[in-house]
């Protein structure tokens, strides 16, 4: 069956880095675009970054313009996410979307 597996979430320091990775199984993972959302407590989940295939086109929310990196291995069907200069404000879990397949998110918290 279908899994999207996400994992590198955890505690860090504002202006820290982190990256998390989503492992993909159950489907060619090579086929899709694959893409990041995030939900803080109390707010709706929103977009941060998806990347396309073929070719790796990437699209950012402004929030994190500059700072987030997505990038994919097809080989490893996984799609990363680079997180630097990490603010409070990106606190939130973080999932993984491929077509309507959700992961079950991984915790980030940014916080001194």
């Known amino acids: 069956q279908v899994q999207l597996v996400e994992s590198g979430g955890g505690l860090v320091q504002p202006g820290g880095s982190l990256r998390l990775s989503c492992v993909a199984s159950?489907?060619?993972?090579?086929?899709?675009?694959a893409s990041w959302y995030r939900q803080a407590p109390g707010k709706e989940r929103e977009f941060v970054a998806r990347?396309?295939?073929?070719?790796?086109?990437?699209t950012y929310a402004d929030s994190v313009k500059g700072r987030f990196t997505i990038s994919r291995d097809n080989a490893k069907n996984t799609v990363y996410l680079q997180m630097n200069s990490l603010k409070p404000e990106d606190t939130a879990v973080y999932y993984c979307?491929?077509?309507?397949?959700w992961g079950q998110g991984t915790q980030v918290t940014v916080s001194s």
């Open positions: 159950g489907f060619t993972f090579s086929n899709y675009g």
């Open positions: 990347i396309a295939t073929p070719g790796g086109m990437t």
């Open positions: 979307k491929v077509v309507t397949w």
